[in-house]
């Protein structure tokens, strides 16, 4: 008798009764396991640190909104009305760096849902913000009310995803009455940390007030902690529009999360250079820092970039590519440099989801990892430079994060995974491990199990219809929306959230103002 055999009857019947658990994943609380890699020596960061304030402080930002402008020049700031150029001092940026908060704790809607944003911990977004979508059965199209709700449902369902993200416009709703359809969705569909957009301060104020209703949430108790973000796009270059300075100045006020983004394209809204875009980047970045700290020291605000290249020939943006890479890189080093957790992004600039939108969104990706990104924004599903977000690669992209957020865990080397009585002592000289005590414990746990990939051979394959990946992804979105079921809320809250958005639609909602 062999030891697998004496292996087998040791285990006998029983195993056979027991069959082990099922895999349970948590990939919530995720900290970025991977060396930071740096693009620029740390003399040459010091200087473009130094270059963005010498920008601030000698070339100013254009500052459009005229509470902004009033909060600066209280601050100290030199302000130009007439021009609204606005001139920030080295010492205004360095105090709100030093009030800026290096660890964020964001609370969701359940408690294991919560996270930390601080340097070296890892949160995925999918797409976000096209104003299209698409799938292999409906087609490219204008995005719609079902097309958000659909999103949203995916997204809650894939634990990788820790934050809500804008997904795509729901264009059948009117902007008016936009963010009370976002806002409801989110309340009842998930219970992930929730994203709201800055069009003005009523829509806002409409948000928070919905947000506080269906958590059941006091106002103190909604200003102690981050319940839920917005995004800051400036104006590339050196330019803070009304909605974006006002976002900045209403989301700092109630305790909430601004993640700050220049959205810089190398050779048209930024230098041609990677250090020249990211130079930008960054004073744009610390200047809409700078008016949060002084809305309210100790506001929650996450730094951020969105740095890539255009393609020259044509002058649309371009993702994926070694300077966008490159790019990612530097902000890693300013962030750090700074201490503050911050935003980075992959994504594509692909038509369809093909070989190139899969290349350059997993090279954008790991740009982000490498540079030791805290929020990595359009990780899945975003194509066409943002133009649109796919059913299909949003499914294909959560599974490259699936198995990045099993790299965060690390392996285990100890007695049990080392196996010498469980699995070494158990097999002959050119036998197998099919059968050890180890792997009949581990064989439905250990290895991470894929929901789109297809590991059969080629003949199996074959046998199965030569289905590929793309087609594979609309079974696995159509079989988790026709099983979805949300988490449970709370009824007398959501009636509360009905009756507030019914009188609130009545009252003509809110439009967005700029």
């Keep these: 008798m062999t030891a697998q055999d004496r292996g087998r009857r040791r285990r006998g019947r029983g195993a056979e009764a027991s069959p082990p658990p099922g895999r349970d994943v948590n990939y919530r609380q995720l900290r970025n396991p991977f060396p930071l890699m740096e693009v620029f020596p740390a003399d040459q960061i010091a200087d473009m640190h130094e270059t963005a304030l010498r920008t601030l402080e000698d070339l100013g930002v254009k500052t459009l909104l005229p509470e902004a402008r009033k909060l600066f020049k209280l601050g100290g700031a030199r302000v130009d009305e007439d021009s609204e150029m606005v001139f920030i001092g080295r010492d205004m940026v360095e105090a709100a760096v030093a009030s800026a908060p290096k660890s964020i704790a964001c609370r969701a809607g359940a408690r294991r849902r919560d996270f930390t944003l601080e340097l070296g911990s890892l949160v995925f977004q999918p797409g976000a913000g096209a104003p299209n979508a698409t799938d292999l059965e409906r ?17 809650h369902h894939f634990d990788v995803f820790q934050m809500i993200s804008p997904q795509v416009e729901p264009q059948d709703v009117p902007t008016h009455l936009r963010h009370y359809f976002t806002t409801q969705a989110q309340m009842e569909l998930t219970d992930k940390f929730p994203f709201f957009f800055s069009r003005g301060t009523p829509q806002v104020m409409d948000c928070f007030e919905m947000l506080s209703t269906a958590r059941g949430l006091s106002d103190d108790e909604f200003r102690t902690n981050a319940h839920c973000y917005t995004i800051i796009n400036t104006n590339s270059p050196r330019t803070l529009d009304i909605p974006m300075a006002q976002g900045l100045i209403d989301f700092a006020r109630h305790g909430q999360m601004s993640i700050i983004t220049p959205f810089t394209l190398m050779g048209a809204m930024a230098p041609i250079t990677v250090a020249g875009a990211i130079t930008l980047s960054h004073a744009e970045a610390l200047a809409a820092l700078t008016l949060t700290q002084l809305a309210k020291p100790g506001a929650p605000v996450c730094y951020g970039t969105f740095t890539s290249n255009v393609d020259m020939k044509s002058g649309a943006p371009a993702f994926g590519t070694p300077s966008h890479f490159q790019a990612s890189l530097a902000a890693g080093q300013l962030a750090r440099h700074l201490g503050l957790p911050w935003r980075s992004a992959a994504g594509s600039a692909s038509n ?43 499914v294909c992209d959560a599974e490259v994060l699936n198995m990045v957020a099993e790299l965060c865990s690390g392996a285990q080397a100890g007695t049990s995974e080392i196996g010498f009585d469980t699995a070494l002592r158990e097999v002959d000289p050119s036998g197998h491990f099919f059968a050890t005590s180890q792997t009949m414990e581990r064989y439905n746990t250990e290895f991470y199990q894929p929901h789109v990939h297809d590991y059969a051979n080629f003949g199996t394959w074959a046998e199965r219809g030569s289905v590929d990946a793309n087609h594979r992804a609309t079974d696995v979105w159509k079989g988790i929306l026709n099983e979805f079921k949300a988490p449970a809320i709370d009824n007398d809250r959501v009636g509360d959230l009905h009756d507030f958005i019914a009188r609130r639609t009545a009252e003509g909602g809110a439009p967005p103002e700029s």
């Design 139 to 155: 087609g490219r199209r204008p995005a719609t009310g079902q097309d958000y709700l659909e999103f949203l449902k995916l997204t």
């Design 352 to 394: 369809v989801n093909d070989v190139q939108a899969a290349n350059e969104n997993q090279f954008g990706l790991w740009g982000c990892l490498m540079a030791g990104a805290t929020v990595i924004i359009h990780s899945a599903g975003w194509l066409e430079g943002g133009l649109t977000v796919s059913f299909e690669k949003l």
